[in-house]
């Protein structure tokens, strides 16, 4: 991988709104998510940085799982078929949200990919970072556990 993109606090909107359709067809919607840390990663099949980065992005999951935390992987404008059968090839478990019409990329202004929104436990937008990452080590996987371990602090 290439140097990481720096992970920069989030100045935009205060909450984003992020709602779609999974690859099963069933409602995804990010607000009710509360109590739970979410990475939101908008990608393409045909991006070459996202493929990099996707096995890491199953690291995170499964290294976190049981924890308040998800991964929703947006994919930007592509049918379900072909993102189906590329989640199939590649042996992924992460939830994917499809955005066919790029219409949740347009609301979180996601210009290119990858583009990675880090949302605290009370949905709000803390952190993002454009480019590719291995976020199953150093600073983009220390961020996730200082989220993660703010959501479980709240919870007792």
């Known amino acids: 991988m290439r140097a990481e993109a720096q992970l920069k606090p989030w100045t935009g909107k205060p909450t984003l709104r ?4 999974d690859l099963a067809g ?11 840390v979410v990475l939101v990663n908008f990608w393409a099949t045909w991006c070459e940085p996202c493929l990099a980065e996707m096995p890491s992005l199953e690291r995170l999951r499964a290294r976190l799982e049981g924890k308040p935390f998800d991964v929703l992987a947006v994919n930007y404008g592509e049918s379900g078929e072909k993102v189906s059968g590329f989640v199939d090839r590649q042996g992924l ?13 347009a609301e979180w202004g996601a210009k290119g990919l990858p583009m990675t929104f880090l949302v605290d436990s009370k949905g709000r937008v803390r952190y993002w970072t454009f480019g590719e990452r291995d976020w199953s080590e150093g600073e983009g996987l220390r961020m996730v556990e200082k989220l993660v ?5 709240a919870r007792h």
């Open 18 to 21: 992020l709602a779609g359709l």
């Open 149 to 153: 371990a703010e959501a479980q602090d």
């Open 93 to 105: 478990r992460l939830p994917v949200v499809l955005d066919p019409e790029k219409s949740a990329a």
């Open 26 to 36: 069933r409602n995804v919607d990010l607000s009710e998510r509360q109590g739970r």
